[in-house]
DNA sequence: CTGAAAGCGCTTACAG
DNA sequence: CTGAAAGCGCTTACAG
């Protein structure tokens, strides 16, 4: 493979027409539309006195208030079109003693399973005030710095947590803050959450594996560390030995990398690379996800055996882009899990003492041709 | 294809051990961790009172001021830590008149693309103080909207939007703000943006196929309202032209998504089987974006056309997963794009007044297996 | 080195 | 329906 190095260049004109200007150096002499990092621009008071009003009327007419004749409000909002009002966040959320803003602590958004929930997460919230703020945290170092921040004094009206295992000290850091919290992906009994049954998902990998005459299964797992590829992989096993097959723990083969880690691509190929590496050529290969398990099909291609004629795979998560490379999968409502999650945060926030409520989907087999059944059938 | 509809399903206990709890009905009845939407917590005035001293100083200690003995400075401390106590953003923000959150608008996570740019980002930004809040915008209304959003004052110390068409409303509102704003994957010669050179994309992709005996190719777009998408098929006619070969209309699809859609697998998909349907079998395909290529190879492969033997496919992006498709593309930088940008904001928010600087990568080609030429070398 | 005071831009009882 | 005033929790000249 070849890979010709990119660079960055500057000033000259190149194919595309666009002027290339070097960071010293005058090309540009338009006006600078940016002008500094200070807020500036015109307050409530401004528009009051513009309007002929005291601020609180102003402000009434911001917020809504009902107590505000039609004349007034008309003309206060006249004045504030003109000048191109609009209040100042922060003032108002100290004022308020409340933030419109969320955030959710994510492992890292360049792992799609979390892009996409958290497409769901963006698409139920457009159509609320709020704002998300996305924190990323890929070791579980990280997972205490950035909750740290999240839960802020007055940083956030409420945080989703993603993938975490909550004890220890970020136990602790919940239960220190008030800021409500709703654990995506990962579970505590104190807190609400949303997830798929990942043990249930494993069984039924390891079910329909079995019943596509699978003899010798191999399990390609992400970091132990993590909580629901862990289930996962017990929930394969498990289904496994009550169909008196036993996974050998050579045929278990787990990542390295960090917590969080292990749901990529590589790791899946070189778990892969490792167990035929090691002779072993399992019949059936169950991983944690569906990057995995992408990575997995590059080694065997890349060693001439066959999907699925050689080897059958089966992933996790049901990735847009599984359904056009044929893979096998147990699908997470992954847009449904995002939108749910943050409807589960609106209710804490307006019913900070309900019960706890813990949401739990059942994954889905979505049969491709990864697997022989599909060809069988 | 079967797919077993997932459900959403409480008050049992799992096969994964957890007991599900319904939305009314008590059942968790440890204490309540959550309180409420209100801040609550100590203020300086609490650390001032008990450490015996007044607010200014405990401010000045949290702002690593200098002029504080280290014996007050050492008791503030202690019983801040003591107390938990931490600074409330929003006060913070108000009386610095600055804030530490820097916006990025992006058309849609889900697009692996930005989940990388984002990625790179964050990397950077996390040895920094600052937040990042991503705005998602579809649909060119919504750019407006959420950059409204994203503009508002106190809202962000800077943005950065994502390969919009900065013209019309759009360039009026960041005319008329005072935020720092870099452009991401597309261009203004007001502002500081950082792009790759998509023409060039094009032109290499077209030489590339043509050196690898493509006679017909065609182009797989994404929505024509996208600028990258145009001139990365702009560059790629371009440079058939100079060769003597003409894109002819009927191999050139266009998606007819909104108008950041199109960069998805099903137009990729869908513009391959139209172009089948009709009864036209290209030779060499050039899809605007590695995911359109995917959609495209599954077209193929379900009509029983080989990839590279019948057809060549090139793509765009390269995206982690290209590599373990084999598939040939032009490689965006992405991480180190989402770095840049951040160092451009910053740069912008120090230096308010410097001259507007363009950064434009230059794709690399990266040769696969979707292509002939790899197997020839 | 330290404190009193003004100010950041809002919201919201409290009177009227 | 409207205004004066206090307050949200900080920061930062200004004095000392």
Redesign the interface.
Same mark, same amino acid.
């Given at each position: 493979? =070849?890979?010709?190095?990119? $660079?960055?260049?500057?000033l000259r004109a190149?194919?595309?027409?666009? !002027? !290339?200007?070097?960071? /010293?150096?005058?090309?540009?002499n &338009?006006? %600078?539309?940016?002008?500094? *990092?200070?807020?500036?621009?015109i307050t409530i008071y401004d528009i009051a006195k513009e309007a002929g009003v005291s601020i609180a009327t102003v402000s009434r007419v911001f917020n809504n208030n009902p107590r505000v004749s039609e004349g007034t409000r008309a003309i206060v909002q006249e004045v504030a079109d003109r000048l191109?009002y609009?209040? #100042?966040?922060?003032?108002r $959320?100290?004022a308020r *003693?409340?933030?419109e803003?969320i955030s959710a602590i994510v492992p890292?958004?360049?792992n799609?399973f979390y892009? +996409?929930v958290?497409?769901g997460l963006?698409?139920r919230m457009?159509a609320t005030p709020f704002? %998300? %703020?996305? =924190?990323?945290a890929p070791t579980l170092d990280?997972v205490g710095e950035q909750a740290e921040?999240a839960l #802020?004094?007055? @940083?956030s009206? &409420?945080v989703m947590l993603f993938s975490a295992p909550v004890k220890g000290d970020l136990e602790r850091q %919940?239960?220190? $803050?008030?800021?409500?919290?709703v654990l995506v992906d990962c579970?505590h009994?104190? =807190?609400d959450s949303i997830s798929?049954?990942? @043990?249930?998902g494993g069984?039924i990998a390891a079910e329909y594996l079995l019943a596509a005459g699978v003899q010798e299964p191999a399990v390609l797992m992400a970091n132990p560390l993590s909580v629901p590829a862990s289930?996962r992989m017990e &929930?394969f096993r498990g289904m496994l030995e009550r169909n008196g097959i036993s996974l050998a723990p050579s045929h278990l083969v787990v990542s390295s990398e960090g917590y969080h880690d292990g749901f990529?691509?590589q790791a899946g190929?070189d778990g892969m690379m490792s167990l035929l590496e090691a002779g072993i050529v399992p019949d059936g290969v169950f991983a944690t996800s569906d990057?995995q398990a992408? &990575?997995a099909?590059?080694a065997l291609?890349n060693s001439e055996y066959k999907v699925p004629e050689d080897v059958q795979v089966i992933g996790f998560d049901d990735l847009?882009?599984a @359904? =056009? !490379?044929?893979l096998t999968t147990l *699908?997470?409502?992954m847009h449904e899990m995002g939108g @749910?999650a943050f409807d589960l945060l609106m +209710? *804490?926030?307006v019913h /900070?003492?309900s019960?706890?409520?813990?949401?739990?989907?059942?994954?889905?087999?979505?049969?491709?041709q990864t697997t022989r059944s599909?060809i069988v059938a």
């Open positions: 493979m =070849y890979v010709s190095a990119y $660079s960055s260049y500057s190149c194919s595309s027409g666009i !002027l !290339l200007i070097p960071a /010293p150096g005058p090309v540009f &338009g006006p %600078l539309p940016i002008r500094g *990092r200070f807020y500036v621009g191109g609009q209040p #100042h966040v922060s003032a $959320s100290l *003693r409340q933030t803003t890292m958004l360049s799609y892009a +996409e958290l497409k963006q698409d457009s704002d %998300l %703020l996305v =924190y990323s990280d921040k #802020h004094r007055g @940083r009206a &409420g %919940l239960q220190q $803050s008030d800021t409500p919290v579970y009994p104190g =807190y798929t049954d990942n @043990r249930l069984e289930h &929930g990529n691509e190929y990057v992408i &990575g099909m590059d291609r847009p882009i @359904r =056009y !490379l044929g *699908r997470q409502p @749910r +209710e *804490r926030m /900070p003492e019960t706890v409520a813990h949401t739990v989907f059942a994954p889905a087999l979505v049969d491709r599909a």
